[in-house]
């Protein structure tokens, strides 16, 4: 019930496109689900975060969907640009403790 | 300023020792957690401490050990080293304790031979 599950496990995007990750999580007591973005030799950073009390936010390129009875979220990167390539991380928490991960997405993005 | 700084950042022991990973959080950051990452996973939570006191713990072994400092900073101790340690310790600094505030230092990557 601790899981979150993240898909799809690699993603390949021409410059300019829309890069599309989604996560699902089982436990319905998690109220904070941030998205992480981790370059090779780093920490992960904080890219956005979504409370389960709205259904969409956007800042910049990033935009998260959350649909709280399907208990999935997703990140879409819009207008994809090579310094995004990256790995993603989805994760969820409650009460902003002990989080959980999902297993990462690693996008790269075509010039 | 500077961010979350930890030490050392590259570590090489064999099965059975012991090991110690530092991390300095950014000034005025009184929360640290403990993350491992094994290669092509996502970061676990080992240790959350507020105020120099324990305030999460995730599900890994006794032999994983932690403790924050005066000022601050914190240790992670593994004892009896397993293949299985081998990963990336990632230390994540908040001011409050609230851990969606939490800023990532660069990790130590451990490798047990």
């Known amino acids: 019930q601790q899981q979150v599950k993240q898909s799809p496990q690699s993603l390949i995007v021409q410059k300019g496109g829309i890069s599309i990750i989604n996560c699902a999580y089982e436990n319905t007591a998690f109220d904070y689900f941030p998205w992480y973005q981790q370059f090779p030799g780093k920490g992960p950073a904080l890219l956005i975060a979504i409370r389960p009390d709205v259904s969409e936010k956007k800042e910049g390129r990033f935009t998260i969907s959350f649909n709280k009875s399907a208990k999935q979220f997703s990140l879409h990167i819009m207008d994809s640009q090579p310094g995004d390539s990256a790995t993603y991380f989805c994760a969820a928490s409650k009460d902003g403790q002990n989080f959980v991960f999902g297993p990462g997405t690693r996008l790269s993005v075509l010039p | 300023d500077a961010g979350v700084t930890q030490s050392p950042t590259h570590l090489i022991k064999t099965r059975g020792q012991h090991v110690t990973l530092r991390c300095s959080p950014i000034?005025?950051?009184?929360?640290v957690s403990w993350y491992q990452q094994v290669l092509g996973q996502g970061p676990q939570f080992i240790f959350q401490y507020y105020e120099k006191e324990e305030r999460g713990r995730g599900n890994f072994p006794d032999r994983f050990s932690a403790r924050q400092f005066p000022n601050y900073s914190s240790e992670l101790n593994v004892n009896a080293l397993l293949l299985g340690d081998s990963a990336l310790y990632l230390c994540?600094?908040?001011?409050?304790?609230?851990?969606?505030?939490?800023?990532f230092g660069p990790g130590t990557r451990l490798l047990v031979l």
């Open positions: 994540a600094s908040s001011f409050s304790g609230a851990v969606e505030t939490q800023y």
């Open positions: 000034s005025g950051h009184k929360s």
